[in-house]
């Protein structure tokens, strides 16, 4: 008779895509985010927590790639309805805007922080969960929120570790890059479905100029590409004269460069070197030329004179290109010049419900890929006006503009610099010497507690003390205190700094040691105020 098989255990496995986050990944983040937080509350937003589950209704058809809500989330039916995992913290915030609206204040103001889920392909560093930070302003149509939000993400990065010179926020509009789609015969302001197809692969070419360079993009506003693989990627299918127009705006920031050059060349010499400096790569944004108010100025208002030269044809775009330099100007105002925040036509974002201003913060510093290889860290927040979102619920227009920070990719790039500190520190273990006395040692343990010191017991089994200062190795302690028998009838403890013991052992010299011991024995009632100086010492 065969025997019956127990039940099959489960496999200890985290869920493909998911990750799981140890104590000082933890403890990096909320750090990070609580100095994030700071910044966003002393611009006056307030904190907002929202439900992980929303209705696949109320996220909208706003996932990019998918022509289905429910497709890129996770998603299931309850009681007729279809609920899933926010895909972001934006739609959230739109069914709020819209659903306390008599009681909220307009504008209102919000930032909020946590995880989303994404029902995608997992790859190298793409999670299907991941935290994002956002913050965003709904019910003020003013471009003035937009510049606000640009100048917030830039105190906001200095903040947390990234030097100005080691970023850039890149700010563009949509409504000047529709302007150009309509000069070029691919969007009719009467019928905005019309060439929606077009108009998708037309931006998803050009955010991905970085990438796919010049020749890339053009060839993606024909018939399409191939790449390396020897994949071919469908193109937009437009005419020359069309692909011109769209190639034009791509390549804004070197026509302004040629003029100023061009132009430097017919003017005094004074006013000519101020115009080469301003047009001097453009790229190059933390070059101490523009760090001059004047050149700075001069860049940006070339950059919009080409601008409006290629979509000022266009109500929508002429609109846009005001609008950028309002943005510029408000900026100016604040000190907030081009080497933090600079326009850039090139700035598309990829979602499709962005209607206005939209911007990009690129980490400009160099890290080693897999490879070995020197590159760029890249974009590590982005955001813009969408100024139709709430008008899915209320049927009324109700602007808004906001901005998300990648946290895991801001928490990398603090790494990378070398700015994160991941070796966060342990306890002070209160090490077992006699079962009997347990009591002493938790009233030690409560002492150092009551001070303020993070601290435990050790509550492994006591025979081997050796295995003791091994956990509290391994748990990244500071110190552990020690009281036997013989120290208990001295009314004494022996107080062993391990940070400093660690450190002898690899570097010191016998003459060293002995100056230097890691473990003292110190009077039971200076046990607080012993382990505080060590842990002073090591700050």
Same mark, same amino acid.
């Given at each position: 008779?065969?025997?019956?098989?127990?039940?099959?255990?489960?496999?200890?496995?985290?869920?493909?895509?998911?990750?799981?986050?140890?104590?000082?990944?933890?403890?990096?983040?909320?750090?990070?985010?609580?100095?994030?937080?700071?910044?966003?509350?002393?611009?006056?937003?307030?904190?907002?927590?929202?439900?992980?589950?929303?209705?696949?209704?109320?996220?909208?058809?706003?996932?990019?790639?998918?022509?289905?809500?429910?497709?890129?989330?996770?998603?299931?039916?309850?009681?007729? +309805?279809?609920?899933?995992?926010?895909? +972001?913290?934006?739609?959230?915030?739109?069914?709020?805007?819209?659903?306390?609206?008599?009681?909220?204040?307009?504008?209102?103001?919000?930032?909020?922080?946590?995880?989303?889920?994404?029902?995608?392909?997992?790859?190298?560093?793409?999670?299907?969960?991941?935290?994002?930070?956002?913050?965003?302003?709904?019910?003020?149509?003013? @471009?003035?929120?937009?510049?606000? =939000?640009?100048?917030?993400?830039?105190?906001?990065?200095?903040?947390?570790?990234?030097?100005?010179?080691?970023?850039?926020?890149?700010?563009?509009?949509?409504?000047?890059?529709?302007?150009?789609?309509?000069?070029?015969?691919?969007?009719?302001?009467?019928?905005?479905?019309?060439?929606?197809?077009?108009?998708?692969?037309?931006?998803?070419?050009?955010?991905?100029?970085?990438?796919?360079?010049?020749?890339?993009?053009?060839?993606?506003?024909?018939?399409?590409?191939?790449?390396?693989?020897?994949?071919?990627?469908?193109?937009?299918?437009?005419?020359?004269?069309?692909?011109?127009?769209?190639?034009?705006?791509?390549?804004?920031?070197?026509?302004?460069?040629?003029?100023?050059?061009?132009?430097?060349?017919?003017?005094?010499?004074?006013?000519?070197?101020?115009?080469?400096?301003?047009?001097? +790569?453009?790229?190059?944004? @933390?070059?101490?030329?523009?760090?001059?108010?004047?050149?700075?100025?001069?860049?940006?208002?070339?950059?919009?004179?080409?601008?409006?030269?290629? !979509?000022?044809?266009?109500?929508?775009?002429?609109?846009?290109?005001?609008?950028?330099?309002?943005?510029?100007?408000?900026?100016?105002?604040?000190?907030?010049?081009?080497?933090?925040?600079?326009?850039?036509?090139?700035?598309?974002?990829?979602?499709?419900?962005?209607?206005?201003?939209?911007?990009?913060?690129?980490?400009?510093?160099? =890290?080693?890929?897999?490879?070995?290889?020197?590159?760029?860290?890249? !974009?590590?927040?982005?955001?813009?006006?969408?100024?139709?979102?709430?008008?899915?619920?209320?049927?009324?227009?109700?602007?808004?503009?906001?901005?998300? *920070?990648?946290?895991?990719?801001?928490?990398?790039?603090?790494?990378?610099?070398?700015?994160?500190?991941?070796?966060?520190?342990?306890?002070?273990? @209160?090490?077992?010497?006699?079962?009997?006395?347990?009591?002493?040692?938790?009233?030690?343990?409560?002492?150092?507690?009551?001070?303020?010191?993070?601290?435990?017991?050790?509550?492994?089994?006591?025979?081997?003390?050796?295995?003791?200062?091994?956990?509290?190795?391994?748990?990244?302690?500071?110190?552990? =205190?020690?009281?036997?028998?013989?120290?208990?009838?001295?009314?004494?403890?022996?107080?062993?700094?391990?940070?400093?013991?660690?450190?002898?052992?690899?570097?010191?010299?016998?003459?060293?040691?002995? !100056?230097?011991?890691?473990?003292?024995?110190?009077?039971?009632?200076?046990?607080?105020?012993?382990?505080?100086? *060590?842990? +002073?010492?090591?700050?």
């Amino acid at each position: 008779m065969a025997k019956n098989k127990g039940q099959r255990r489960p496999k200890a496995t985290t869920p493909k895509g998911f990750r799981d986050y140890f104590g000082a990944e933890v403890t990096a983040r909320k750090a990070m985010l609580d100095r994030i937080a700071a910044v966003y509350h002393r611009y006056g937003f307030d904190a907002l927590e929202t439900s992980a589950v929303e209705t696949v209704e109320a996220l909208g058809k706003f996932l990019p790639d998918v022509d289905r809500p429910n497709e890129g989330v996770f998603a299931w039916e309850e009681e007729g +309805d279809w609920l899933a995992l926010r895909y +972001d913290l934006t739609a959230p915030l739109a069914r709020v805007a819209a659903q306390y609206r008599n009681d909220l204040p307009t504008p209102y103001r919000r930032y909020a922080m946590g995880p989303v889920w994404r029902n995608e392909k997992p790859g190298p560093g793409r999670f299907r969960q991941f935290y994002q930070c956002d913050a965003d302003t709904v019910g003020a149509a003013s @471009v003035a929120a937009d510049a606000e =939000i640009c100048a917030m993400l830039a105190d906001a990065l200095e903040e947390v570790g990234i030097p100005r010179g080691d970023y850039v926020i890149r700010v563009n509009n949509r409504k000047v890059l529709n302007g150009v789609m309509e000069v070029a015969g691919i969007l009719d302001p009467s019928d905005p479905s019309k060439f929606e197809a077009e108009r998708g692969i037309v931006l998803r070419a050009i955010d991905k100029l970085d990438r796919l360079g010049v020749e890339g993009v053009r060839a993606l506003l024909g018939e399409g590409r191939k790449d390396e693989s020897g994949d071919f990627t469908k193109g937009a299918g437009l005419g020359d004269a069309q692909a011109s127009i769209i190639m034009s705006f791509v390549q804004v920031n070197e026509t302004a460069q040629k003029q100023l050059v061009r132009l430097s060349r017919s003017v005094p010499e004074e006013t000519g070197s101020q115009l080469r400096v301003a047009a001097y +790569d453009s790229n190059k944004h @933390v070059d101490a030329g523009w760090r001059d108010e004047v050149t700075s100025k001069i860049w940006n208002r070339q950059v919009l004179s080409v601008l409006m030269d290629i !979509s000022g044809q266009s109500e929508i775009g002429a609109e846009g290109v005001k609008e950028l330099a309002e943005i510029a100007n408000l900026l100016h105002a604040q000190d907030y010049g081009p080497d933090r925040i600079i326009i850039d036509p090139s700035v598309v974002r990829g979602l499709g419900y962005y209607t206005g201003p939209v911007y990009e913060a690129e980490l400009t510093f160099e =890290i080693k890929d897999e490879k070995g290889r020197p590159r760029q860290f890249g !974009s590590v927040a982005g955001g813009g006006r969408y100024d139709d979102l709430v008008k899915r619920f209320t049927g009324q227009a109700v602007p808004a503009t906001g901005v998300s *920070i990648g946290v895991d990719r801001l928490l990398a790039a603090l790494a990378a610099k070398g700015r994160l500190d991941n070796s966060a520190q342990g306890p002070v273990v @209160v090490t077992v010497m006699d079962r009997t006395r347990m009591a002493d040692y938790m009233r030690m343990v409560g002492e150092l507690r009551a001070a303020g010191i993070r601290a435990e017991m050790y509550l492994g089994n006591p025979k081997n003390f050796g295995n003791q200062l091994k956990y509290a190795d391994k748990r990244q302690s500071p110190v552990a =205190i020690i009281q036997g028998e013989d120290e208990a009838a001295r009314e004494v403890v022996q107080v062993k700094d391990l940070i400093l013991g660690a450190k002898l052992a690899q570097e010191a010299t016998l003459e060293e040691w002995k !100056s230097q011991p890691a473990q003292v024995e110190v009077p039971r009632a200076d046990l607080v105020a012993t382990v505080r100086g *060590i842990l +002073d010492r090591h700050k």
